[in-house]
């Protein structure tokens, strides 16, 4: 019994001190946020407040001093985010993962993005403010590499720090450009429809001309080729460590319709959920400098920011910027390719992908006059038929990096303008309001038209000289809307209008979230920051009360069950809410993925139509296809001898949707709240591992929101009828020009990647419920709730 005693008592004791050592170990690593730290390259000291946020306020002698305590206070708080970033665009995560990153890495050192970096960085002027600010950055950043400790992720996975370069920003920039495109994801597939089922099936899609002027070329090809281009990459990009940029709200509202009489500025960009969320919040103070920004993992300069003079902030613009090329190998040599001037010989490119515990994997890439050949590194293609890439952002100069620090040092709008008009990839809508009065939508991205009988919803031919042939647009002729009539701009990645009687191609959103904004801000004259924070948070949709109204329509009501009565009770009285407590939402995307899956499955195919389903089209198309009895996509393709209606297919998916819902969440129709289905967890890469998953992972909560309403919480359509939320709104930020120094912010998670930092998740349940935090800019306030860091010169 002694020994028994003794042996517990040992176990206590070792766990007690394990505990210890856990605790303190946890202390340890967490990020400095007060006292004293030596730095090199500042001449006098440069202090930093830390809010009760973790926001770095830094006030520093120049903006270069301002810009390497950037680097370290950013890196302190997200090095690993950041690591993570910089290896995405040539290959590097094998390094990390092992073999299951192999296909991600083979696929964007294919795309190219490392070289233009390096090509970029040959021709950049280093003499200019944006190149050495952001070599400041950089020194900060490896200086905390060099000095700090070492984030707990790289010891978990056993890699080493490595110091950063001017590359790793533009190849960070280069990832994010790559994220906001779609045609890659979308072309393939629709290729792919129009050579197996015909034009016929295209119709409902607005891809045919009928919903506008451009008129499908004929073209022969083979079905379910193409396609594995748009489910690969749809794969590698929902599988990335790094969550992707997916949409945007944004709106800027006069004087004029402002209770105070100044501008208000509202964005919030739309980006997949993680752990650490995407933006770093800074802000900096120096004489000739304030501004007050979010910064990407690793990039100088801030995409969204404000001080007392401006604001801006993005959207993604869902423009056209990638087009894939079927290319003509010559039968008698394989190493070239046809063109209108007859055979050229590809280039070649290899690329050597490191893996973890393996052997090195080495890439040989093929590139034509249009780009990378994408059969070299997306397994699923046939080697005999090459497709190759078009994509602006490697294709045209690069000053991705003098765009952003323009952005950020604009005196005022035409010079902000300039900013804009650097940047030629991704899209993107600058939106604009200054104290001045000024606002403005402008959007980014080096614009071309195609020859009128080419469709660029296809892949196309890349050996006739014709579907190639691009006329770029000047700046000036890029859709713009400077301080418009009806007081106020907006974008939720919806497609503007025609310019010069041409409507611009693109990968648009429906109107659902514009349709709402518009409603909401048209009839009111004096909005006030509250407002518009809730507005922010708006969960209805204005689209959804008709498409509802329409399908109900179909039903034939005197043959449904109790609860089918009951379901179709609530969605005749729903008003497009998505409110924790409402069951409509529940009973709608339920019937609505049912009527998605019976209408298209059968001729696409299971996994087409997954594929089908992460596009934006299915969006577009629900409010008009639900109401099309002619739609050819009716008829069940796997039955004989028989044509189902447009009523047969909404019926019989109603009917599944209830019985699946009772399966699912009990009898009680009115239990099947929202709330049960829809939640949100934010990931960490590590968080994959079950045992990891309580320590790195937030969440999971409850929330509103749904797809296309303002408060935009994306999910992904599955058998299970659970929602659970992959995107949104990466920060909701409300900008008061009449009441600067409190304006309001929220992040997703919290400032810091430190697991071990009380801001690693302190405003994840403050987001999830909808509520804003200030963000200071008065110094005394600063200095009375702050902690303070000064670095000194070393």
């Known amino acids: 019994m002694k020994k028994i005693k003794k042996i517990l008592l040992v176990l206590l004791i070792v766990i007690v001190i394990l505990a210890i050592a856990l605790v303190s170990y946890g202390f340890y690593l967490k990020p400095k946020y007060e006292g004293e730290q030596t730095l090199q390259n500042i001449k006098q000291e440069t202090t930093v407040y830390f809010d009760d946020f973790g926001v770095p306020h830094i006030y520093a002698n120049s903006q270069k001093e301002a810009m390497v305590a950037l680097g370290y ?10 690591e993570l970033l910089r290896r995405i665009a040539p290959g590097r995560l094998s390094e990390i993962f092992g073999s299951k990153a ?100 295209l119709k409902d899609f607005g891809l045919d001309g009928s919903l506008g002027t451009t008129q499908i070329k004929n073209h022969n090809g083979k079905p379910h080729e193409y396609a594995q281009i748009s489910k690969a990459i749809a794969s590698l990009l929902d599988n990335s460590p790094v969550p992707s940029f997916i949409g945007s709200n944004s709106w800027v509202i006069a004087p004029q319709k ?123 293609l046939s080697k005999k038929k090459p497709i190759a890439m078009y994509w602006v952002f490697t294709q045209q100069n690069n000053q991705s990096l003098e765009g952003l620090y323009s952005v950020s040092h604009a005196k005022n709008l035409n010079d902000f303008r300039k900013g804009v008009a650097l940047i030629a990839a991704p899209g ?28 660029p919803n296809f892949i196309l031919n890349g050996a006739n000289g014709i579907d190639d042939k691009k006329e770029f647009l ?21 497609q503007s209008e025609a310019v010069e009687g041409y409507l611009y191609p693109g990968y648009y959103l429906p109107e659902d979230r514009a349709k709402r904004i518009v409603s909401l801000l048209e009839p009111k004259n004096n909005w006030t920051k509250e407002e518009v924070g809730k507005m922010m948070n708006d969960n209805t949709s204005s689209v959804i009360p008709t498409v509802v109204k329409n399908l109900v329509s179909t039903l034939d009501l005197k043959s449904l069950s109790s609860s089918e009565k009951q379901a179709v009770a609530i969605l005749k009285t729903w008003n497009g809410s998505n409110n924790l407590k409402d069951s409509a939402p529940t009973i709608y995307n339920k019937w609505i993925y049912n009527y998605l899956k019976n209408t298209f ?22 409010a008009t296809q639900t109401i099309n009895d002619k739609s050819v996509w009716w008829d069940n393709s796997t039955t004989k001898n028989k ?90 930020r409300v900008i008061d020009f009449s009441d600067i120094e409190n304006s309001m912010s929220i992040l997703p998670t919290g400032q810091s990647g430190n697991p071990f930092s009380k801001h690693y998740n302190d405003q994840a349940e403050m987001f999830a419920a909808g509520k804003f935090r200030k963000m200071k800019m008065n110094k005394a306030e600063i200095i009375r709730t702050s902690t303070k860091l000064i670095f000194k010169p070393k």
């Open 258 to 380: 402002t209770k105070n009489g100044k501008v208000l500025f509202a964005n919030d960009p739309h980006i997949g959920f993680s752990q650490p969320s995407v933006w770093y919040e800074a802000h900096i103070v120096t004489p000739d400098l304030e501004i007050y920004g979010y910064y990407m993992a690793g990039m100088p300069f801030a995409p969204l920011a404000h001080n007392r003079d401006y604001a801006y902030g993005v959207t993604m613009f869902e423009n056209d910027d990638v087009d894939l090329f079927q290319e003509e190998e010559n039968p008698d040599n394989k190493n070239q390719y046809k063109t209108a001037n007859g055979y050229q010989n590809y280039k070649i490119r290899k690329e050597t992908i490191k893996v973890k515990d393996s052997v090195d994997v080495v890439l040989e890439i093929k590139e034509t006059q249009h780009g990378p050949v994408m059969n070299s590194f997306i397994d699923a």
């Open 474 to 494: 000047d700046f000036s002729k890029n859709p713009h809307a400077i301080n418009p009539s009806w007081n106020y701009v907006y974008s939720a990645n919806n």
């Open 601 to 622: 499955q059968d001729e696409l195919g299971k996994a087409d139509f997954q594929m089908f389903l992460k596009t934006h089209i299915v969006k577009q198309l629900i």
């Open 102 to 201: 192999l296909k991600n890495d083979l696929f964007f050192a294919g795309l190219g993005i490392d070289e233009n970096s390096e090509k970029t960085i040959a021709t950049v002027d280093k003499n200019a403010p944006a190149y050495k600010l952001a070599l400041a950055y950089l020194d900060g950043i490896n200086q905390y590499i060099e000095e700090g400790k070492t984030p707990i992720e790289f010891q978990i996975v056993g890699i080493k720090k490595e110091k950063f370069t001017l590359k790793d920003v533009y190849n960070i920039f280069g990832y994010m450009a790559f994220s906001f495109a779609q045609a890659q994801k979308t072309d393939p597939l629709m290729t792919d429809i129009r050579d197996k089922l015909g034009n016929d099936y």
């Open 73 to 82: 206070v950013h890196a302190q708080d997200r090095l690993w985010q950041m």
């Open 428 to 455: 993107l809508n600058f939106m604009y309001g200054d104290a001045k009065g000024n606002i403005a939508w402008n959007t980014a991205g080096k614009l071309y038209k195609l020859d009128k009988a080419v469709n």
């Open 643 to 732: 044509t189902e209606t447009r009523a047969e297919i909404l019926n019989n998916s109603f009917h599944e949707a209830i019985i699946a819902l009772e399966k699912q969440l009990g009898n009680d129709v009115n239990s099947w709240t929202w709330n049960r289905v829809h939640t949100l967890e934010h990931p960490h890469p590590l968080g994959q591992v079950a045992a990891l998953r309580g320590i790195f992972n937030v969440g999971p909560f409850e929330v509103p929101g749904s797809e296309e309403v303002i408060n935009n919480l994306m999910f992904d359509f599955t058998d299970t009828g659970i929602y659970n939320v992959n995107a949104g709104p990466s920060t909701r």
